[in-house]
């Protein structure tokens, strides 16, 4: 019925700890995201584009197989970490502590910590996306594009740690961004779903989402592991 109620997150504890396998089972659905009709449609358009307007190869046409691989990617380090010793890392914050321990001189910027560092911005990007959403932002002039709501989430979640190539790449990106309706198909499993109806399940979804993205900001920000340098 819809992608995303079928793969909610899970309500965390009072504590607000985050129970490593549980977050990986949820997280782990995202990239398949990137295999819809809809994104394969996006990378055709990216290709398209690239053609058309010569650009470098560096910009445009693999952007969403950078961006599923460097989820994915993100996803599998942490994975990595804890099936180690699952009894060990029964929360995401056993692992950032752990290797805190275990590595000094380079915590935060190594291993799990450094993963989950970048995981969760990409979360915050689709967390604000959702949000914004859900809450009726649109354009106007042009209802049917989301332009307006992927800049608000890369603005709020992403741009700060891009220098100004990324930067490029990602405007290169958005004129190329599925059509609401599109992208609200998709995230209902490809069927015809009323806008609205899909917008409930939207907003269903963010409740445990939201708080578990919040969750782990927390933690960065109280264990002191966040860092702010550019690619
Ligand atoms: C740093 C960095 N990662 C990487 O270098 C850059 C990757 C490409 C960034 C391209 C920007 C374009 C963004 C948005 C386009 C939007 C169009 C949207 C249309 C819908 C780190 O990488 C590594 O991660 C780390 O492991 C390594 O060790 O310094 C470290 C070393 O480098 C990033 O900037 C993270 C980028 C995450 C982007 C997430 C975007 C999600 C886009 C779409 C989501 C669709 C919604 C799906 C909903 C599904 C719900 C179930």
Redesign the pocket.
Known sequence: MS??LD?QFKELPPDKAIDTKLFLDAVS??PS?FGTCVMKSFIFYCFALKCLLSLSDCLGSN?FS??KS??N??IM?IKGVYLKDPAKYVSLQDIVEAEREAHAAEWPKVGAT??LM?LK??LR??QI?LQSLADGERDENNPNL?RVN?TKA?EQA?KK??GWI?QK??NV??HA??YKSN?LKA?SKGEEVKEEDCLINVRQFLVNYTATVDAIYEMYTNLNAELDYT?
């Open positions: 992608l995303l793969n659905h995202i995201f952007v950078v961006i460097d989820i990617g993100n380090k450094l993963a970048w911005r990409g990007f689709i996306l989301i992927v890369y992403l740690y891009h990324v790449i990602f990106a958005l961004a599925p992208f995230l690619v």
